[in-house]
Structures are given as structure tokens and as C-alpha cells.
């Protein structure tokens, strides 16, 4: 009887590990995260006070529902370790500024905006440009620029530049 019991056991936990599996593999695509990385960082200075700086960044959404943006924002970290928010800049303002300031070069992408999806299983390229009331030097003096996403749900992502 021992050793049948054993038998038994033994192919029940079996099928235990083999459910958790089954189920740990079917829900792989329900949570949602947002990697990515800063692609190209310019900073350019708009008046002796204060400076715009642009982020171009890529970000996937690996998993099967739809990412809906709610908000981008962006923060700057100083060697000091403070950390104050861009004022963002809108896509329309956005064009205007690349014609404006030549220092920064050509735009590249599209604003990553609220109320955008990101599809399932795809990766996107695009920027965020924000207003910074501090000198030039000072960003190129920081310890980090942070893109922050924050999805529809709360669920906030940093993507910082170092």
C-alpha cells in the first residue's frame, strides 16, 4: 500500500505542476509593462534662463491588450539629486520649435501624446520635448532626464536617459 501511495502522490503533484504551468504560460500576455530605452537626447537654450530639451526614445508593449497613454511628462535630476518637471511641449509646438532652433536638428518622430494606444505585441519610436526654467548648462550638467509614462489605469514607467 506504501508504495501505491506513493505512486498516486507522486502523479498527483505532477498534475498539480503541470496545471500552475498551463496557467502561468496562458496569462504571460496580461501584464502590462512598457520597456524601452532613450534613444538621442538634444538640449538647446530658448533665453538665457531657460532651455527646451528633446528625448527621442523607442518603447514596446509586449503584452496582448492595447497600452493607452494618459500622460508624458518629463523630469530632470540634477547632480544634486532634486528633481524638477518639464513643462511638456504639444506636437503642434513641437514642429514649430525644430523650425525655430535649427540647434536641434531635424525632428525625427512623433510626440508620444495622451489618449495614444500603444497595439499589442509592437514597438514605436517617437519624442517628447519639454521646457526646462533652467540654464543650458545646467541640463548638460545633470545627473538624468526621465520620460514618464503614465498609463490609463496609474501605472507609471520611467524611461531615464543614463
Not at 538647446?44 to 500622460?71: G, Q
Not at 524638477?84 to 540647434?103: K, N, Y
Not at 501605472?155 to 531615464?160: A, E, G, S, Y
Amino acid at each position: 500500500m506504501n508504495k501505491n501511495f506513493l505512486i498516486a502522490f507522486g502523479i498527483g503533484v505532477v498534475c498539480i505542476a503541470l496545471a500552475a504551468l498551463w496557467v502561468v504560460h496562458m496569462q504571460r500576455g496580461a501584464y502590462i509593462d512598457l520597456p524601452g530605452k532613450v534613444l538621442k537626447v538634444r538640449i538647446a537654450p530658448l533665453d538665457e534662463e531657460s532651455s527646451v530639451a528633446v528625448v527621442d526614445f523607442r518603447v514596446s508593449n509586449p503584452a496582448d491588450y492595447p497600452f493607452v497613454i494618459r500622460k508624458v511628462t518629463m523630469a530632470l535630476e540634477d547632480s544634486a539629486g532634486n528633481e524638477s518637471e518639464g513643462q511638456t511641449v504639444s506636437e503642434v509646438d513641437a514642429r514649430q520649435l525644430f523650425q525655430v532652433i535649427p540647434l536641434l536638428g531635424q525632428k525625427f518622430n512623433d510626440t508620444l501624446l495622451m489618449r495614444d494606444s500603444i497595439p499589442p505585441h509592437t514597438s514605436w519610436d517617437r519624442m517628447v520635448a519639454a521646457r526646462f526654467e533652467v540654464p543650458e548648462s545646467k541640463i548638460e550638467a545633470r545627473k538624468r532626464l526621465v520620460v514618464r509614462i503614465e498609463e490609463v489605469d496609474g501605472k507609471v514607467f520611467d524611461l531615464p536617459d543614463k
